[in-house]
């Protein structure tokens, strides 16, 4: 089992920031490649980012390239995930979520990750 724990959401201004954490506890952390994914209400959950086990690979949802960045820390176990210039349409809750490596075909997937963390909220206002 894997635990994963998101914070640093909040409200915020349109074209401000927000650093978001998802810490892990449980198996080996560095075996998990670690996605981002946002639900906005009535909407699907969609893939915002994703970084390998290792952080040498991510991908980002077009939506989202240029103003969010995901790293990960293994020593500390967390993965974050930087929002800059953020819009009222990245308005959402913000899940991390954890699928044991070497599955990339699958990242983007929101049914192929082991592990989700309960979500935290992001409110960005115009």
């Known amino acids: 089992q894997v635990q994963l724990v998101e914070s640093g959401g909040g409200l915020v201004q349109a074209g401000g920031s927000l650093r978001l954490s998802c810490a892990a506890s449980g198996r080996t952390f560095s075996n998990y490649d670690m996605g981002w994914f946002r639900q906005a209400p009535g909407k699907e959950r969609e893939f915002v980012a994703v970084i390998s086990w290792s952080g040498r690979s991510t991908v980002y949802a077009d939506s989202v390239k240029g103003r969010f960045t995901s790293s990960r820390d293994n020593a500390k176990n967390t993965v974050y995930l930087q929002m800059n210039s953020l819009k009222p349409e990245d308005t959402a809750v913000y899940y991390c979520?954890?699928?044991?490596?070497?599955?990339?075909?699958?990242?983007?997937?929101?049914?192929?990750?082991?592990?989700w963390g309960q979500g935290t909220q992001v409110t960005v206002s115009s």
């Open positions: 979520a954890a699928i044991y490596r070497d599955q990339w075909s699958r990242v983007l997937l929101a049914n192929s990750y082991d592990y």
